[in-house]
């Protein structure tokens, strides 16, 4: 062994030479550079800098500190609602943020949209509630913003208001019959099977052999598996019992899916395709000649386009194979894509109670691909039918008369998530771009405005000093007789619905009636 002052010289001298180390000081005292004079002065001038910097940076922190932390407010609990909190609270250490909500109940088209099929796709709801749970985030459910409180009251209240109210309406036909009975918005029929409050009394018969879907989006496939599923199929999923119930006793054999377009232009995606193709106890019609001359034109289409649309022609085309053909033999329903068909007016029965058929007009394509439009040949033919759900899309209703609103386009105006003339608001969501992509999408959409309205606060576009916030806001509300709903309020409903649920062996059972709702919560 080396003796004990060898060993603390080789120690003093690697001491003298190592690099810094990360994230300290570095030690220039002893270092070669140093024991040359005309190194000396220019590395006492780089050991200053270095200090200053780890002082000013130390400065910093206790300036953003000791910062009134900036109070933001979000309108809406959606995926929009939450994605846009969730990048607020994670990029500036002392924002606070409340999110209004006018159901009792958060996570919007989540709980209320997604099929009770799809419950993966509802694990996000597991993000959301570690973002609610944060102590700078606050759920305020049960107040209706442009009516419990006005958009310029939180805008008073809040350095930045964020709506991200969603698409709560929907696209009307605008055809005679429309108002008929049996006739529905898919986005009522999905609210009234997800336990949305305001859809629960919807009450569809479903005793006729026929439904007609008009759309070919998503939505529109959802409610046809839906309509199709062996009710058996839905026992263990969180879809109503109420819904469940009036499924039992459905009598719809056969739907069909109704698009102006051809198949090129379906906006549904592959994967709800394959869940249709592969339903249990039905099988798929399509007819070969709507997909003639398709496999030269879908050469140079886009890769998801081009899986789609040679499922969608292997389907219409090849015989099934051994599994597909077992399964589609003893098959008592059936499903179809009907395209190149524009709605023109409901027909209805002959005491004129009820719907009873579709007109159609024939459609032709003008144009090549996405942007092919749909023109009416002058041909029409009638489609028997005891059930109309109209699928054409949802639609963005304007919140309050101080905000700007395009009824064209139903969004409001906006440059990356900031609304037009008016510093402070901002919107995300569908609200913002319109009601088209998934949940990723969103995601995408309201970190980009989350982003846009740190920037601006960083530039000091938002108005300086403090902000009240809620307390504000809650004093108006108590005011007008409005009690908000808490996020620990909702963690109690939440356990209810879920040992309601565990008898049945569902993941839970929803409640739907708000009053039942308050008064579990002692209101």
Same mark, same amino acid.
Not at 136 to 143: L, W, Y
Not at 245 to 271: C, Y
Not at 344 to 371: F, K
Not at 488 to 512: F, H, M, N, T
């Given at each position: 062994?080396?003796?004990?002052?060898?060993?603390?010289?080789?120690?003093?001298?690697?001491?003298?030479?190592?690099?810094?180390?990360?994230?300290?000081?570095?030690?220039?005292?002893?270092?070669?550079?140093?024991?040359?004079?005309?190194?000396?002065?220019?590395?006492?001038?780089?050991?200053?800098?270095?200090?200053?910097?780890?002082?000013?940076?130390?400065?910093?922190?206790?300036?953003?500190?000791?910062?009134?932390?900036?109070?933001?407010?979000?309108?809406?609990?959606?995926?929009?609602?939450?994605?846009?909190?969730?990048?607020?609270?994670?990029?500036?250490?002392?924002?606070?943020?409340?999110?209004?909500?006018?159901?009792?109940?958060?996570?919007?088209?989540?709980?209320?949209?997604?099929?009770?099929?799809?419950?993966?796709?509802?694990?996000?709801?597991?993000?959301?509630?570690?973002?609610?749970?944060?102590?700078?985030?606050?759920?305020?459910?049960?107040?209706?913003?442009?009516?419990?409180?006005?958009?310029?009251?939180?805008?008073?209240?809040?350095?930045?208001?964020?709506?991200?109210?969603?698409?709560?309406?929907?696209?009307?036909?605008?055809?005679?019959?429309?108002?008929?009975?049996?006739?529905?918005?898919?986005?009522?029929?999905?609210?009234?099977?997800?336990?949305?409050?305001?859809?629960?009394?919807?009450?569809?018969?479903?005793?006729?052999?026929?439904?007609?879907?008009?759309?070919?989006?998503?939505?529109?496939?959802?409610?046809?598996?839906?309509?199709?599923?062996?009710?058996?199929?839905?026992?263990?999923?969180?879809?109503?019992?109420?819904?469940?119930?009036?499924?039992?006793?459905?009598?719809?054999?056969?739907?069909?899916?109704?698009?102006?377009?051809?198949?090129?232009?379906?906006?549904?995606?592959?994967?709800?395709?394959?869940?249709?193709?592969?339903?249990?106890?039905?099988?798929?019609?399509?007819?070969?000649?709507?997909?003639?001359?398709?496999?030269?034109?879908?050469?140079?289409?886009?890769?998801?386009?081009?899986?789609?649309?040679?499922?969608?022609?292997?389907?219409?085309?090849?015989?099934?194979?051994?599994?597909?053909?077992?399964?589609?033999?003893?098959?008592?329903?059936?499903?179809?894509?009907?395209?190149?068909?524009?709605?023109?007016?409901?027909?209805?029965?002959?005491?004129?109670?009820?719907?009873?058929?579709?007109?159609?007009?024939?459609?032709?394509?003008?144009?090549?691909?996405?942007?092919? /439009?749909? $023109?009416?040949?002058? +041909?029409? %033919?009638? !489609?028997?039918?005891?059930? =109309?759900?109209?699928?054409? @899309?949802?639609?963005?209703?304007?919140?309050?008369?101080?905000?700007?609103?395009?009824?064209?386009?139903?969004?409001?105006?906006?440059?990356?998530?900031?609304?037009?003339?008016?510093?402070?608001?901002?919107?995300?969501?569908?609200?913002?771009?319109?009601?088209?992509?998934?949940?990723?999408?969103?995601?995408?959409?309201?970190?980009?405005?989350?982003?846009?309205?740190?920037?601006?606060?960083?530039?000091?576009?938002?108005?300086?000093?403090?902000?009240?916030?809620?307390?504000?806001?809650?004093?108006?509300?108590?005011?007008?007789?409005? /009690?908000? $709903?808490?996020?620990? +309020?909702? %963690?109690? !409903?939440?356990?209810?619905? =879920?040992?309601?649920?565990? @008898?049945?062996?569902?993941?839970?059972?929803?409640?739907?009636?708000?009053?039942?709702?308050?008064?579990?919560?002692?209101?």
């Amino acid at each position: 062994m080396a003796p004990r002052c060898w060993r603390w010289w080789h120690w003093s001298a690697w001491r003298r030479t190592r690099p810094p180390l990360p994230g300290s000081t570095p030690n220039f005292e002893g270092s070669d550079e140093v024991r040359d004079p005309a190194n000396a002065k220019v590395l006492r001038k780089k050991r200053r800098r270095v200090q200053l910097g780890e002082k000013l940076g130390k400065l910093h922190l206790l300036t953003l500190l000791l910062e009134q932390p900036p109070q933001i407010c979000v309108v809406g609990s959606g995926p929009a609602g939450f994605y846009t909190a969730q990048h607020l609270l994670k990029h500036h250490p002392q924002a606070h943020v409340d999110i209004y909500e006018k159901q009792l109940v958060p996570f919007g088209l989540v709980r209320f949209g997604v099929a009770p099929d799809h419950p993966e796709v509802k694990n996000v709801i597991n993000t959301f509630t570690q973002t609610a749970r944060s102590a700078r985030c606050a759920f305020r459910g049960n107040v209706v913003v442009g009516r419990d409180v006005a958009v310029p009251e939180l805008q008073a209240a809040y350095h930045a208001v964020v709506l991200s109210y969603g698409a709560e309406d929907h696209r009307a036909l605008e055809i005679p019959g429309e108002e008929l009975p049996g006739v529905f918005s898919a986005r009522a029929f999905v609210g009234w099977y997800n336990g949305l409050p305001e859809n629960r009394e919807l009450a569809p018969d479903l005793s006729c052999d026929t439904a007609v879907i008009l759309g070919q989006g998503n939505v529109a496939l959802d409610v046809a598996r839906i309509l199709l599923t062996p009710p058996e199929h839905l026992e263990k999923t969180d879809i109503t019992e109420a819904a469940l119930g009036v499924l039992r006793q459905s009598r719809v054999k056969t739907v069909w899916i109704v698009g102006r377009r051809g198949p090129l232009q379906v906006a549904f995606t592959i994967k709800e395709l394959r869940e249709m193709i592969q339903l249990p106890g039905t099988r798929p019609i399509l007819d070969p000649a709507d997909f003639l001359g398709l496999q030269d034109r879908i050469k140079e289409v886009p890769r998801p386009r081009k899986r789609l649309t040679e499922l969608l022609l292997r389907t219409a085309t090849e015989k099934p194979g051994t599994e597909d053909a077992a399964r589609q033999a003893p098959a008592s329903r059936a499903w179809g894509l009907r395209f190149f068909r524009s709605p023109q007016q409901v027909l209805p029965s002959p005491d004129g109670r009820r719907a009873a058929g579709i007109r159609l007009a024939v459609t032709r394509l003008e144009g090549v691909g996405e942007a092919a /439009r749909a $023109v009416p040949t002058g +041909d029409t %033919e009638d !489609l028997p039918c005891g059930l =109309v759900l109209s699928s054409v @899309g949802y639609k963005s209703r304007p919140i309050d008369p101080s905000v700007p609103f395009d009824p064209k386009l139903g969004v409001i105006p906006n440059m990356e998530g900031r609304v037009v003339d008016v510093p402070g608001l901002y919107c995300s969501g569908w609200v913002k771009r319109g009601p088209t992509g998934v949940i990723a999408t969103t995601m995408t959409d309201s970190f980009l405005t989350g982003q846009m309205l740190l920037q601006d606060l960083k530039a000091g576009l938002l108005p300086p000093g403090p902000r009240p916030g809620y307390a504000a806001i809650e004093a108006l509300l108590s005011s007008r007789g409005v /009690r908000p $709903v808490s996020f620990s +309020d909702w %963690e109690k !409903l939440d356990a209810e619905e =879920v040992s309601r649920g565990k @008898g049945a062996g569902k993941p839970r059972e929803k409640l739907l009636d708000p009053q039942e709702m308050l008064g579990l919560l002692g209101r």
